[in-house]
């Protein structure tokens, strides 16, 4: 979200690193995850003048990470698929193409007490929890989804409706209704059809020609990254400021004119706002009509809770493990040293267990340890051999 771009209009044609564009327009960006930090890459190499301002104490946002072994990690599971064209393009024009791998996954389901290996066409065909007629239903799904072009149409269904009609009754109740559930809880019905294609085209189309699912991952973690993008504005005279939290806006005849952090007062002549949309009403609230920022704050955003185990052995070969059993309590188990190897990590094996849900639930309120606690049971039953 942006406010008073009255500035002239900024060009999207790029420009080269020799043709710097002089422009006195300051622009503040709060928020330095890679939607930030992307948008003050853009900007400097148009020549504005931009501060980022990010209250961690490091830049990546979502994709920021601590340290393992002296190796930084991701805080969420991150990869690429291989179609993922505007993050692909970005690190070739950063010239770190040498810095991305491809490696082949392994994708399965945890249902019913039972691991089911999902990542080849013969896997599917091997999905017992399916009868074999909507075994090659979900197959020809899986392809078709992938074929839509007008988008457009699905935009009055949920993805419950529409997957009802395409799939059928069977499919949705075993492969799909778990996952929406586990990732969406209370909004699962309400999820578009658009979204849910979108995601089935983008996993659909990171396969390779024997139909494994490839995926990309950037070397030192997506930290590696964002640190390429802020070394890249700070070349081109942009600064970044961590530690910093933006407590409020200076607006002066119905321009913001500058933003208030606890330690200063920043000019500026725009800003761009890249929080959640209800911290950006809180801002914008006294300079806005009321009607305004209460539509920000309709947005209703779930929490999510990420358990990361660092462990001496592996749980499983598997890198992504759906789980579509109602009585576990994280709707993934990710084991990122079957993508990663463990060697980056000293030997040691990444597990993360995910869990959305709302704010108000017991597990979000829950300390390290309560959590910890709380999931060891559950990773037993799945996995007998596992001890704290």
């Given at each position: 979200m942006s406010f008073n771009l009255s500035?002239?209009?900024?060009?999207t044609?790029?420009?080269?690193?020799?043709?710097?564009?002089?422009?006195?327009s300051h622009i503040t960006i709060i928020g330095g995850g890679f939607t930030g930090l992307t948008a003050a890459y853009e900007l400097t190499r148009q020549g504005f003048r931009v501060t980022v301002l990010e209250r961690d104490s490091e830049v990546g946002g979502l994709a920021g990470s601590f340290q393992v072994n002296g190796e930084k990690l991701e805080k969420?599971?991150?990869?690429?698929?291989?179609?993922?064209?505007?993050v692909m393009n970005l690190v070739k024009e950063l010239e770190a193409e040498d810095q991305v791998v491809y490696r082949p996954t392994r994708t399965g389901i945890y249902y019913a007490n039972n691991f089911f290996k999902l990542s080849s066409p013969l896997d599917l065909l091997n999905f017992k929890p399916l009868n074999w007629f909507n075994r090659i239903r979900l197959g020809l799904f899986a392809l078709w989804a992938r074929r839509i072009k007008n988008?457009?149409?699905?935009?009055?269904?949920?993805?419950?409706?529409?997957?009802?009609?395409?799939c059928g009754k069977q499919v949705y109740q075993v492969v799909w209704e778990p996952l929406l559930r586990g990732k969406f809880g209370p909004?699962?019905?309400?999820?578009?059809?658009?979204?849910?294609?979108?995601?089935?085209?983008?996993r659909g189309g990171s396969r390779a020609k024997d139909g494994a699912e490839m995926l990309a991952y950037y070397r030192g973690?997506?930290?590696?990254?964002?640190?390429?993008?802020?070394?890249?504005?700070?070349?081109?005279?942009g600064e970044i400021k961590t530690n910093t939290t933006v407590e409020g806006l200076i607006v002066k005849n119905g321009r913001v004119i500058g933003v208030k952090t606890a330690n200063e007062m920043i000019e500026t002549d725009a800003v761009i706002a890249t929080p959640a949309l209800p911290i950006i009403a809180d801002l914008i609230d006294p300079y806005v009509p009321p009607e305004y920022?209460?539509?920000?704050?309709?947005?209703q955003y779930l929490a999510n809770v990420c358990l990361v185990l660092q462990l001496n052995q592996s749980l499983s070969k598997t890198y992504w493990l759906n789980v579509n059993d109602p009585n576990f309590p994280f709707v993934g188990v990710i084991e990122h040293t079957n993508f990663e190897p463990k060697e980056t990590y000293g030997g040691r094996h990444i597990v993360y267990l995910s869990k959305y849900l709302p704010e108000t639930e017991e597990l979000y309120?829950?300390?390290?340890?309560?959590?910890?606690?709380?999931?060891?049971?559950?990773?037993?039953?799945?996995?007998?051999?596992?001890?704290?």
């Open positions: 500035f002239p209009l900024i060009s044609s790029q420009t080269s690193d020799d043709e710097h564009i002089k422009n006195t969420f599971y991150h990869h690429w698929f291989t179609n993922d064209q505007h988008w457009q149409k699905l935009e009055s269904l949920t993805a419950k409706e529409w997957l009802l009609t395409v909004f699962a019905e309400t999820v578009s059809a658009v979204w849910f294609w979108n995601k089935v085209k983008l973690g997506f930290a590696a990254l964002a640190q390429r993008l802020a070394d890249s504005i700070a070349f081109r005279g920022s209460d539509k920000l704050r309709q947005i309120q829950m300390n390290d340890q309560e959590a910890l606690n709380y999931a060891i049971p559950y990773i037993q039953r799945m996995f007998p051999e596992f001890r704290p």
